[in-house]
């Protein structure tokens, strides 16, 4: 999906305006009672006032200034966001206006926008069957741009999807807990031991992405289609119900295997896909995970 700097540049305002807008009428509040942040810090000391709680009374200040002291703690606000998104070569694949890359840097710009407004460090880790590029979490808003455009920008391969191998480089370079938004459209296997070690380490977040022709074959006669990631082609008379019938029973099979393997580690998820807006699915995993907090 190599693109030229202008029409890039064009993209990434665009996809700026949209999400700026989404964030400010829609996912700021939300996503900031969803990420609370690591805990509570001590911020000083100071003198008792009626109605404060006794509890939080520092003894040893107390004893040695004559009169009672008590210490007051505030949230510590700083979280760190990690976006861990597949750029192998099936994430150019789109059938209609978007491709699953184009949804992966929309999905990164909205999530990276909210996290920047409320003060969060953001980082980016690319990959294919290798690390394709690592970015350092930094804070502001040019450093979320930066994110959007690398996703944008990087080059259409033939690169296989390596899920554990990206985990593993995540879990050996961030050592604090992290939030980590792993995107892709899960065309792998094998992965599953590097994800429960990485959703018990941070707090993983797994967004599938995927397009309407990979769950359901439209009926266009005879066509030549080739393997994104492998170059392989081959032959296909989608006009044979039974094909089709056989290709999407397979794909929900996969899908259903996949979620369960989500509800097993207990890992939060979202399902997308490229056409239809994926607002609604981010507001309802963030909703879902304040009724789970609230539930304690």
Known sequence: MAIDTKELMRQVAQIKVVTSRLVDEQLSGEYHSVFRGRGMEFDEVREYMAGDDVRAIDWNVTARMGHP??????????????????????????????????????????????????????????????????????????????????VLAFEETRRRTDIAGALRFLNSVQKRKAVVFLISDFMDDGFAREL???????????????????????????????????????????????????????????????QSMFRRMKVDSVSLSTTGSYVDSIRRLFRQRQVRSSRG
């Not at 460090?121 to 455009?149: C, H, N, Q, W, Y």
């Not at 992405?209 to 359901?216: L, T, V, Y």
């Not at 994104?228 to 056989?246: I, K, M, N, Q, V």
């Open 69 to 150: 002291f008590i210490k007051r703690f505030c949230e510590e606000r700083e979280l760190t966001i990690i976006f861990v998104v597949d750029t192998s070569g099936s994430a150019c694949f789109g059938s209609a206006a978007r491709s699953k890359a184009e949804v992966s840097a929309e999905l990164t710009s909205l999530l990276a926008l909210s996290a920047i407004k409320n003060q969060d460090k953001v980082g980016l880790i690319l990959f294919s069957d290798r690390i394709e590029k690592s970015i350092p979490p930094r804070k502001g808003r040019t450093a979320a741009m930066r994110l959007v455009r690398e």
């Open 196 to 258: 429960r070690v990485t959703a018990r380490r941070h707090d993983l977040i797994c967004c599938s992405i995927s397009d309407p022709w990979e769950e359901e074959l439209p009926n266009v006669g005879l066509c030549e289609v080739q393997d994104p990631e492998s170059g392989e082609l081959f032959t296909l008379d989608t006009s044979s119900r039974r094909l089709r019938d056989a290709f999407q029973q397979r794909s929900a099979a996969a899908g259903q295997e996949l």
